[in-house]
């Protein structure tokens, strides 16, 4: 048996390509308006900017920003094979930026009162990865 073989049946964890550069860009201090627009279809830039919308108290702006992410790493996940279920490991880092799109575009949608689009992505976000359900929630 391979030391990874899923017993469970269920598909195999999705992990997305390495693209540093936008993570480091972000953690130079470069303004995430400017990582989005140098890199469109980086989760992590969007959300980013979603999270400092939010902070900001830009609920409106931060369901967009979470919105984009989000679409840009659905895109993602699908060209790497994602059949539209299954884990995305939040431990493997590249995953994380369309994590955190998942997760602002669930805090938005609750703090606008669209509840069932809270519920959808709040599910989605643990089905995909308890881990980051709990680290980001």
């Known amino acids: 048996m391979a030391i990874h073989e899923n017993l469970l049946g269920g598909p195999p964890p999705t992990h997305l390509p390495d693209d540093p550069e936008p993570r480091e860009l972000l953690a130079a201090g470069t303004a995430p ?13 969007w959300a980013q900017l979603a999270d400092d919308a939010f902070e ?6 931060s369901y967009a920003y979470a919105r984009t992410g989000y679409h840009r790493g659905l895109d993602a996940l699908r060209r790497n094979g994602w059949k539209g279920h299954g884990p995305v490991p939040f431990e493997h880092e590249p995953n994380r930026g369309f994590l955190r799109a998942l997760h602002a575009l669930a805090r938005a949608a609750q703090t606008i009162g669209e509840q069932e689009e809270y519920e959808r992505c709040s599910s989605f976000l643990k089905e995909s ?7 980001l929630g």
């Open 129 to 135: 990865s308890p881990t980051a359900a709990s680290t």
């Open 56 to 61: 900001a108290g830009n609920v409106v702006a």
């Open 33 to 45: 308006a400017e990582v989005a627009a140098q890199h469109p279809t980086s989760s992590l830039a």
